[in-house]
């Protein structure tokens, strides 16, 4: 596939308008593409039949596609109902990582997809967190680019390397 630099914005955002690409991109690229732009608008996972509409596809065709993307480990679905789990950084289910900027809200997968999810956005960012050390809440803000103040830790408690091990659990 041709480089491709895709800008997902909310308010400020540049998305299709700016993407005269987007209509050579595989289905499942364009299938993945929509998700993402689902996830800055909304807040949330989109689901199979949300997605037909703004791709003139069956509900049937985007439910395989998002599972061609989950065996390419490009998206993550709930074992039980096949539906929307994660689509790095975005967590389609309420989790321990918040993410708040001037546009919008999101839940991060872990606190590395919190500071993912700035820097996707480009927008300064607060991560409301739960220590896993000692339970208070570690303030946590973000340029967009970089951390605003502070200092701290993440710790992943699973190697890299194992993460798609089990990635409900990483």
């Keep these: 596939m041709v480089g491709l630099v895709v800008w997902i914005e909310v308010g400020l955002v540049r998305?299709?308008?700016?993407?005269?690409?987007?209509?050579?991109?595989?289905?499942?690229?364009r299938v993945r593409?929509?998700?993402?732009?689902?996830?800055?608008?909304?807040?949330?996972?989109?689901?199979?039949?949300?997605?037909?509409?703004?791709?003139?596809?069956?509900?049937?065709?985007?439910?395989?596609?998002?599972?061609?993307l989950a065996?390419?480990?490009?998206?993550?679905?709930?074992?039980?109902?096949?539906?929307?789990?994660?689509?790095?950084?975005?967590?389609?289910?309420?989790?321990?990582?918040?993410?708040?900027?001037?546009?919008?809200?999101?839940?991060?997968?872990?606190?590395w997809d919190a500071l993912g999810i700035s820097a996707m956005l480009q927008a300064p960012a607060e991560i409301t967190a739960t220590c896993a050390g000692c339970g208070d809440p570690p303030?946590?803000?973000?340029?967009?680019?970089a951390l605003s103040a502070g200092t701290g830790v993440v710790h992943f408690a699973v190697p890299a390397a194992s993460w798609w091990d089990d990635i409900g659990f990483t």
């Design 15 to 29: 998305v299709s308008e700016r993407l005269p690409l987007v209509a050579a991109l595989d289905f499942d690229s």
């Design 71 to 111: 065996t390419a480990h490009v998206l993550v679905l709930d074992p039980a109902t096949r539906g929307l789990w994660m689509a790095m950084p975005f967590s389609a289910v309420p989790t321990s990582f918040r993410v708040t900027t001037p546009s919008g809200e999101w839940w991060a997968n872990c606190a």
């Design 33 to 68: 593409l929509e998700v993402y732009r689902h996830f800055v608008r909304f807040g949330l996972a989109p689901t199979a039949g949300d997605l037909g509409d703004e791709l003139g596809a069956s509900p049937s065709a985007i439910a395989d596609s998002f599972e061609r």
């Design 139 to 145: 303030p946590v803000r973000t340029t967009g680019r």
